[in-house]
């Protein structure tokens, strides 16, 4: 491989390859994963074992990450990059609304907790350097899991009698003892039809799910079990193709059936407690506030809405809320048991109270990030990353479902579960995708790598050689080159051919046409493919047949001396596809795969690097001549642009979205750059459509 493409490395970057990898059999990985392995199998049950295990391995990984000087985002997925960047803000938040508000003993206490949130990070670079991880991560869920279970039928049976009665709420209260529980059965589910699996894995994992549910009906939980139908469908849909019908149907089915047996048994009251919500929310209709946990609770956000409504923008306080209970209560208007409560019940009211509309997006996107990362997650063809990225979901989902009718960060608890899960798991992604795609695959189906060129001899060759030996076959159609741009392609191939220009999608479709393998890889002359992009294409197709027809390949731009991770040119492209599944649009510019109906779309991870202006100059030519295309095809196309105030407002919302909204900002100045480009590209179309129109 050239060194210009060399140079750029894998996706996981230049300073990512000179941080170690730990070995599975080494001391510290083992004593990583044991760790690991105990809170996750015990932290239901025995006091502050969770968070222990936490600290421990976050002082662990600050210590290797500064003794290996690995503390470098570099080569991080561009979503890891801003969830790194979501916990920081929505803590940083927090901490400036204390500190505004001032500092008081419960303030302190609550800037010490919210700052195990940053533990993510640390936590998420060390654990995806280590090797083997996994096992002790699985085993951890489905004996943390019967444990709970165990630990709840022992409490119903034996008679006891804990601070909620007859709940069993382990080593916390019955709300995230039930939920987290719960959380640990979902995430085992795909375990259980995993035929790659031993036996006794399969049944540990079946164990797991029966005692996490058995946990948390028994513990009358009920926030958690909103989420429940819904994650059975999402499972339907991510694992419904992979895995046999049978197991397919029968596995939610069995599921269902399983709860509604548990459902008959004396000592479980979930059903009741469910027909008591219905009833406390008439009651609090009826002008009967107060009846009951949901009664109390929309008592309470009435409360937090109040005080929110008087200062929405910044917030009017963390200990706002207390202030306006006792107000209340004094004056008569609540009922004395709220002044129990310290925080609403509600995490999104606790974020707004706390720290205004800054803190409720800090949380929202504490949440949306990790999803949008685990859901892309999903659609990759290696299962082990599919199983951790179903994880994932049902973690970040169910606790931000308890979040509506719980301040899970009010509590210890809330923010070590949620910091250890999201940390290990995003870890793993890394970790487990690191091993698969080392093994070597050897493709089943044969590659065909299409391309038009014209005029790209200075950056052919770094195309060319990121596939040649690689692809069965190049195919190359030039357009009327005058530079050495044919000479050097035939250097790499048999298959060029010169012809003329019939626009960028009428020119693709005949390359394509040319192909002869099952399957075809198109790449512009400004693109290279990483080699753990080219080994991660050898893994999908080593499948026989691969899950998916298609596949993304994300983009990573190098413009103007920077690589750039975020704005619209971050995109993943549709490149990599059956040949019998696809064609291209006849359009002038900005051509895209069409896919037969049927045809599934998957998301490979690592990136296909895209180079793509030599200069600002050439930057602005390419835009000027894209422009006037696109114009052009609008207006045959029946488009018009009628007012010139049209152009500039598109140009001004292109910028915010790029700049701001997709956060190119975070990209330096070669966001600035792009994002401005970008703006110009609109208006300059625009401006073109509004002048083709009155011509």
């Not at 060194?3 to 004593?31: F, K, N, Q, T, Y």
């Not at 500064?66 to 790194?84: D, K, P």
């Not at 513990?219 to 909103?226: E, F, M, Q």
Request: glycine share 10%.
């Amino acid at each position: 491989m050239s060194g210009s493409v060399a140079a750029v490395h894998s996706g996981m970057g230049v300073a990512e390859h000179s941080v170690p990898v730990i070995a599975r059999r080494s001391g510290l990985a083992r004593a990583s994963g044991l760790i690991l392995f105990l809170a996750l199998a015990f932290g239901l049950v025995l006091p502050k074992v969770t968070g222990t295990g936490l600290l421990l391995l976050g002082l662990i990984s600050l210590i290797w990450l500064t003794r290996q000087r690995a503390w470098s985002l570099a080569g991080l997925h561009a979503s890891e990059r801003l969830l790194v960047l979501a916990a920081s803000v929505y803590v940083s938040v927090v901490i400036l609304a204390w500190v505004w508000h001032g500092l008081d003993p419960a303030g302190t206490q609550a800037i010490g907790r919210m700052a195990r949130l940053l533990l993510i990070l640390p936590l998420f670079l060390f654990l995806r350097r280590i090797d083997g991880l996994a096992p002790f991560w699985w085993h951890g869920l489905a004996v943390g899991a019967l444990v709970a279970g165990a630990h709840a039928w022992w409490f119903l049976l034996s008679g006891q009698v804990g601070e909620f009665e007859a709940r069993a709420g382990g080593a916390t209260n019955p709300i995230y003892f039930g939920g987290i529980a719960l959380i640990m059965a979902l995430m085992l589910l795909p375990r259980i039809s995993e035929t790659r699996l031993s036996a006794w894995q399969r049944l540990l994992a079946g164990a797991g799910v029966l005692g996490g549910i058995s946990a948390s009906l028994l513990s009358g939980s009920r926030g958690a079990w909103v989420a429940v139908l819904p994650l059975l469908v999402l499972y339907l849909v991510i694992f419904g193709r992979r895995i046999h019908p049978a197991w397919r149907a029968g596995l939610p089915l069995v599921l269902l059936a399983l709860i509604a047996l548990l459902h008959l048994s004396p000592q479980v009251n979930m059903d009741q407690r469910m027909l008591e919500i219905g009833h406390e929310i008439q009651a609090a209709a009826g002008g009967y506030g107060g009846q009951g946990g949901v009664g109390e609770r929309l008592a309470m956000w009435q409360i937090a809405l109040d005080e929110i409504a008087r200062r929405p923008l910044l917030g009017p306080g963390p200990d706002a809320f207390q202030a306006a209970v006792a107000r209340q209560v004094a004056a008569g208007q609540a009922d004395l048991q709220l002044l129990d409560y310290r925080h609403p019940h509600n995490q999104f009211l606790s974020a707004l109270l706390a720290a205004g509309v800054p803190g409720l997006l800090g949380l929202v996107l504490l949440f949306i990030l990790p999803l949008h990362r685990f859901w892309l997650m999903r659609q990759s063809s290696l299962d082990s990353t599919v199983q951790l990225a179903w994880c994932g979901l049902v973690a970040v989902a169910m606790l931000a479902i308890m979040a509506l009718s719980e301040s899970i960060f009010e509590r210890n608890i809330g923010v070590v579960w949620l910091t250890l899960i999201l940390g290990t798991t995003l870890a793993l992604l890394a970790s487990e995708r690191r091993l698969e795609l080392a093994a070597g695959h050897r493709r089943k189906a044969s590659l065909s790598a299409i391309l038009i060129v014209r005029n790209e001899a200075d950056r052919i060759r770094r195309c060319l050689e990121s596939v040649h030996g690689w692809a069965d076959e190049i195919v190359i159609l030039d357009s009327g080159s005058q530079d050495a741009t044919v000479a050097i392609c035939r250097e790499y191939s048999a298959r060029v051919e010169e012809t003329d220009w019939p626009g960028f999608g009428l020119q693709k479709q005949r390359a394509l046409e040319r192909a002869r393998g099952d399957w075809v890889l198109s790449l512009d002359a400004d693109e290279a493919l990483d080699p753990e992009l080219r080994r991660e294409i050898d893994f999908t197709l080593a499948q026989d047949p691969p899950p998916h027809q298609a596949y993304t390949l994300p983009w990573l731009t190098h413009a103007f001396g920077t690589t750039l991770h975020r704005g619209h040119w971050a995109r993943a492209p549709l490149r990599l596809f059956r040949r019998d599944c696809g064609h291209f649009t006849p359009v002038a510019v900005h051509e895209k795969v069409a896919l037969k109906r049927g045809c599934r779309v998957g998301h490979l991870q690592a990136p296909l690097h895209h180079f793509s202006y030599r200069d600002t100059q050439h930057a602005r030519a390419k835009l000027s001549h894209y422009a006037e295309l696109q114009a052009s095809e609008r207006f045959q196309a029946g488009r018009r642009a009628r007012w010139a105030l049209t152009a500039y407002i598109r140009a001004g919302w292109n910028w915010i979205d790029n700049y701001l909204l997709r956060a190119a900002f975070l990209d330096g100045r070669g966001g600035w750059i792009m994002s401005r480009l970008s703006a110009a590209y609109t208006l300059e179309k625009y401006r073109a459509l509004a002048r083709i129109g009155r011509e």
